[in-house]
């Protein structure tokens, strides 16, 4: 059964973005506290926005780089046979996968993912032509 992942490359730049989300929640920080000293609640609150920021970009870069270096990973740009990688949804949550579609002579492209018969030539969907199989 085919799977849809989370590509290598988003993810990765998932991470990068993290990294950036970090490095500014540091400078927001420092900054804030800086010029708010003395000023009571608002000198407390600015502050707290850098640690927000710089703790969801922790989570956010622990995630993201999990994802471009793991070799299962939940991804939303590649599509995978079973037999290449595994779905960690289904190896999460075992027996609630889909039936299989080819015991009923329904196949699906290998191209755009369309559902096709078994006696089709072309997929319905992008034209192109299906593999013999």
Known sequence: MKSIKPG???SMMGGFG???SIIFGI???VLAAS???GAGLIGVIFPLFGVLFIIIGIFNAVYHFKNASGKN????FDITDESEEPDPLNEKFRGTSAPDASAAGTHFCPYCGAPVQSDFAFCRKCGRELPKE
């Open 73 to 76: 990973r939940y991804s939303a």
């Open 35 to 37: 010029m708010t000293q």
């Open 27 to 29: 400078f927001w920080t």
């Open 8 to 10: 290598r490359g988003p």
């Open 18 to 20: 993290a990294v950036f």
